[in-house]
């Protein structure tokens, strides 16, 4: 369903274009403002963000701000401190620093004239993590939080780690990304003469986020910091959380309303990391709605009926032929009362002897597999943005590189809503070792398609805090949940779970090929059921509609492409993703032409776990004919690994207009722990 468009709001919206924020420090954050055309003191809503608000995200800020204004809230959004117009530095993501000026920006918006003392926050990914992060440290004008694609666990849920693993898609790339977008100027229309020396010590001390992310490979204070289920308790305001199912940070959505205490939603649709209004994969959503409802109870206390509805709205996925890339996902919304749901049906199916999944766990066995380096080729992207042919393709060749168990086939469809867990007893020749596990639908035609998966360092067995070695030979239980899903089975097709001991480019490969066994008969997988007749009718949600787009026209259109290149005399293989992130755009308001392009190869050998190689580029540049305004940013990271440490070396180069104007190069190497 195509989006409708409004330019009837209730009421009508002034723009502020720039407005300075001055901290207690004397430091000034740059904000955009849109205000209703109101003499009422009204909310404010606040989004928190590094990604250039002038010249990154101005069109999304439109959409998002025109409908919240044009609803009667005073919105803000706002570059943090040492990005896009905002001085100073910015050190890290999540930092001490970030929350602490948030909290003043919070109170400065509680303070304007134009607001009544209400301020809520939402955001999307960054600025999703940091409104929960604001949440738990209870500033007294918060009064409502929406957590959009993100996370309350840094660790457990982010672009650095799974499952106490190195996500090699990931890691390297978007420290790339932050490299190179920092690295673009302030727009001398907004920051004034002093620009240039403003961009240079930017350019000057602001670090390569990977060094940071990597010297932490163990669940230790860095991320528990600003990861807000270290406190729940401190979130004191309702919170509404919104996730997709081939987006990477939806079982958050899930814990929140398991463990706040606080009135709180959550919306899960089948969507990659991208606009549920424009939803892809469809069916789209009107997720501006919900938030103006979400709001309008518990900003400015009206009575609309939010009180009445399920916890949970999700959209449960019928099955489908596996491909990399879809326009629609059929399915069916579907709700919970609470979370989780009381009186819950589940299935534990067992895996046993002679690759079966079967209800009874019969005798014990030991099939063993040699992992192979290339298995997790087909898997797709950890946080899918769905328009970059970046979702799983047909399981069938990694399955036929993993150890499989499956069911008979179906009688009758089975429909599941949550986590699946795996409990399995394992036994490894090394002492370091990775487990992935895969929960397959097998289609009536044979096509193998991935329903949900886990990983685990098998060295973090007894928690992430901590890396305890395998005894080679000795069998170990151990745990590993697998994301949540809402899938409905279709009759007639098989249950597949698939173990190896290898799942590239989303786990960096063990430093020495690994043999794992599967001890069958202590082994299993339980399946969280979902009882239609027990739940819930889901709402009637809002139906997809935006203000009039924003003025950008396409220069050159972003690709978003996936291809697998494979050398079969050497064993090498290419893995490259040209990630949509958007090509080069005219702002048509302020005539800035801006490009975003990025491109990462993911490279492996089989049986040579050492020569795992990521190699990242991204380019991004902002340009304006009118004042000569021309700045560009080339950054690479390479990433790579020998048997003890890991290996990172980048270069960063900037040109102001025609002339290079700064070169900076990292080299360094960080210890494997455990991994």
Same mark, same amino acid.
């Given at each position: 369903?195509?989006?409708?468009? +409004?330019?009837?709001?209730?009421?009508?919206?002034?723009?502020?274009?720039?407005?300075?924020?001055?901290?207690?420090?004397?430091?000034?954050?740059?904000?955009?403002?849109?205000?209703?055309?109101?003499?009422?003191?009204?909310?404010?809503?606040?989004?928190? %963000?590094?990604?250039?608000?002038?010249?990154?995200?101005?069109?999304?800020?439109?959409?998002?701000?025109?409908?919240?204004?044009?609803?009667?809230?005073?919105?803000?959004?706002? $570059? @943090?401190?040492?990005?896009?117009?905002?001085?100073? @530095?910015?050190?890290?993501?999540?930092?001490? !620093?970030?929350?602490?000026?948030?909290?003043?920006?919070?109170?400065?918006?509680?303070? !304007?004239?134009?607001?009544?003392?209400?301020?809520?926050?939402?955001?999307?990914?960054?600025?999703?993590?940091?409104? %929960?992060?604001?949440?738990?440290?209870?500033?007294?004008?918060?009064?409502?939080?929406?957590?959009?694609?993100?996370?309350?666990?840094?660790?457990?849920?982010?672009?650095?780690?799974?499952?106490?693993?190195?996500?090699?898609?990931?890691?390297? !790339?978007?420290?790339?990304?932050?490299?190179? &977008?920092?690295?673009?100027?302030? $727009?001398?229309?907004?920051?004034?003469?002093?620009?240039?020396?403003?961009? =240079?010590?930017?350019?000057?001390?602001?670090?390569?986020?990977? /060094?940071?992310?990597?010297?932490? !490979?163990?669940?230790?204070?860095?991320?528990?910091?600003?990861?807000?289920?270290?406190?729940?308790?401190?979130?004191?305001?309702?919170?509404?959380?919104?996730?997709?199912?081939?987006?990477?940070?939806?079982?958050?959505?899930?814990? %929140?309303?398991?463990?706040?205490?606080?009135?709180?939603?959550?919306?899960?649709?089948?969507?990659?990391?991208?606009?549920?209004?424009?939803?892809?994969?469809?069916?789209?959503?009107?997720?501006?709605?919900?938030?103006?409802?979400?709001? $309008?109870?518990?900003?400015?206390?009206?009575?609309?009926?939010?009180?009445?509805?399920?916890?949970?709205?999700?959209?449960?996925?019928?099955?489908?032929?596996?491909?990399?890339?879809?326009?629609?996902?059929?399915?069916?919304?579907?709700? #919970?009362? *609470?979370?989780?749901?009381?009186?819950?049906?589940?299935?534990?199916?067992? %895996?046993?002897?002679?690759?079966?999944?079967?209800?009874?766990?019969?005798?014990?066995?030991?099939?063993?597999?040699?992992?192979?380096?290339?298995?997790?080729?087909?898997?797709?992207?950890?946080?899918?943005?769905?328009?970059? $042919?970046?979702?799983?393709?047909?399981?069938?060749?990694?399955?036929?590189?993993?150890?499989?168990?499956?069911?008979?086939?179906?009688?009758?469809?089975?429909?599941?809503?949550?986590?699946?867990?795996?409990?399995?007893?394992?036994?490894?020749? +090394?002492?370091?070792?990775?487990?992935?596990?895969?929960?397959?639908?097998?289609?009536?035609?044979?096509?193998?398609?991935?329903?949900?998966?886990?990983?685990?360092?098998?060295?973090? =067995?007894?928690?992430?805090?901590?890396?305890?070695?395998?005894?080679?030979?000795?069998?170990?239980?151990?745990?590993?949940?697998?994301?949540?899903?809402?899938?409905?089975?279709?009759?007639?097709?098989?249950?597949?779970?698939?173990?190896?001991?290898?799942?590239?480019?989303?786990?960096?490969?063990?430093?020495?090929?690994?043999?794992?066994?599967?001890?069958?008969?202590?082994?299993? @997988? *339980?399946?969280?059921?979902?009882?239609?007749?027990?739940?819930?009718?889901?709402? #009637?949600?809002?139906?997809?509609?935006?203000?009039?787009?924003?003025?950008?026209?396409?220069?050159?259109?972003?690709?978003?492409?996936?291809?697998?290149?494979?050398?079969?005399?050497?064993?090498?293989?290419?893995?490259?993703?040209? &990630?949509?992130?958007?090509?080069?755009?005219?702002?048509?308001?302020?005539?800035?032409?801006?490009?975003?392009?990025?491109?990462?190869?993911?490279? @492996?050998? /089989?049986?040579?776990?050492?020569?795992?190689?990521?190699?990242?580029?991204?380019?991004? #540049?902002? +340009?304006?004919?009118?004042?000569?305004?021309?700045?560009?940013?080339?950054?690479?990271?390479?990433?790579?690994?020998?048997?003890?440490?890991?290996?990172?070396?980048?270069?960063?180069?900037?040109?102001?207009?025609?002339?290079?104007?700064?070169?900076?190069?990292?080299?360094?190497?960080?210890?494997?722990?455990?991994?």
């Amino acid at each position: 369903m195509q989006a409708r468009v +409004r330019d009837d709001l209730p009421h009508a919206v002034r723009v502020v274009e720039t407005e300075w924020i001055t901290l207690s420090d004397g430091t000034r954050l740059a904000a955009r403002l849109w205000l209703p055309e109101s003499a009422e003191r009204v909310p404010a809503i606040l989004e928190y %963000l590094p990604y250039r608000l002038s010249d990154g995200t101005q069109a999304g800020d439109h959409q998002q701000m025109t409908w919240f204004a044009g609803h009667g809230y005073g919105c803000a959004r706002v $570059d @943090i401190r040492g990005t896009g117009n905002s001085d100073g @530095i910015i050190e890290d993501e999540y930092s001490e !620093q970030e929350q602490l000026d948030g909290l003043e920006v919070i109170a400065w918006l509680a303070a !304007q004239p134009w607001c009544d003392g209400q301020v809520g926050m939402v955001g999307t990914s960054w600025s999703g993590f940091n409104g %929960l992060q604001l949440a738990a440290r209870t500033p007294p004008a918060l009064g409502a939080v929406i957590s959009i694609y993100a996370s309350d666990d840094r660790y457990a849920d982010d672009v650095h780690y799974r499952g106490g693993l190195v996500i090699p898609m990931d890691m390297a !790339q978007w420290a790339n990304c932050m490299l190179s &977008w920092n690295a673009l100027p302030p $727009d001398p229309a907004i920051a004034g003469a002093g620009w240039r020396s403003q961009w =240079r010590e930017r350019l000057e001390r602001t670090p390569h986020f990977v /060094e940071h992310w990597l010297a932490h !490979q163990r669940r230790d204070s860095y991320w528990r910091h600003g990861s807000a289920c270290e406190h729940y308790e401190r979130i004191r305001c309702p919170v509404m959380a919104i996730g997709g199912w081939t987006d990477g940070y939806t079982d958050a959505v899930l814990r %929140l309303l398991e463990h706040l205490d606080v009135p709180r939603r959550g919306l899960i649709g089948p969507w990659g990391h991208n606009d549920p209004v424009h939803g892809v994969p469809a069916p789209a959503v009107g997720s501006l709605g919900e938030c103006v409802r979400f709001f $309008d109870r518990w900003l400015k206390g009206l009575p609309n009926g939010l009180d009445s509805e399920p916890m949970l709205t999700a959209w449960l996925q019928d099955s489908v032929p596996p491909r990399a890339r879809y326009e629609e996902r059929p399915g069916r919304w579907v709700a #919970a009362g *609470s979370w989780p749901p009381e009186r819950a049906p589940g299935l534990r199916l067992h %895996l046993a002897a002679g690759g079966t999944l079967a209800p009874e766990a019969g005798e014990r066995d030991v099939p063993e597999m040699r992992g192979a380096q290339t298995t997790g080729l087909d898997g797709g992207a950890w946080c899918a943005d769905g328009h970059s $042919d970046d979702l799983p393709f047909d399981q069938r060749a990694d399955d036929g590189r993993s150890l499989c168990f499956d069911s008979p086939a179906l009688d009758a469809p089975l429909e599941m809503l949550g986590h699946a867990v795996a409990d399995l007893t394992l036994v490894s020749d +090394r002492p370091l070792a990775l487990v992935s596990v895969r929960l397959c639908e097998v289609l009536p035609g044979g096509a193998s398609l991935l329903v949900t998966r886990g990983q685990l360092n098998l060295t973090h =067995r007894e928690g992430h805090d901590r890396v305890v070695p395998l005894v080679p030979g000795e069998p170990v239980a151990v745990r590993v949940p697998l994301d949540a899903i809402g899938h409905r089975f279709s009759s007639g097709s098989r249950l597949r779970v698939a173990v190896s001991p290898t799942y590239w480019p989303l786990a960096w490969p063990s430093p020495e090929p690994v043999t794992l066994g599967v001890v069958t008969g202590e082994s299993a @997988i *339980s399946l969280p059921l979902y009882d239609a007749a027990t739940a819930p009718e889901p709402p #009637a949600l809002c139906p997809p509609e935006e203000p009039p787009d924003y003025p950008m026209t396409d220069l050159v259109p972003a690709r978003g492409a996936r291809t697998i290149t494979r050398e079969l005399g050497s064993g090498r293989t290419e893995l490259r993703f040209d &990630w949509d992130l958007g090509g080069t755009k005219r702002d048509e308001v302020t005539g800035t032409e801006i490009t975003f392009e990025a491109d990462a190869v993911f490279e @492996i050998t /089989e049986d040579d776990p050492l020569s795992a190689r990521v190699v990242c580029t991204n380019v991004t #540049a902002v +340009r304006r004919e009118a004042d000569g305004w021309d700045g560009r940013s080339e950054a690479r990271t390479e990433m790579t690994c020998d048997a003890t440490s890991f290996h990172i070396s980048a270069e960063l180069r900037v040109l102001d207009g025609a002339e290079e104007a700064f070169v900076r190069t990292w080299s360094f190497a960080v210890p494997r722990d455990g991994g």
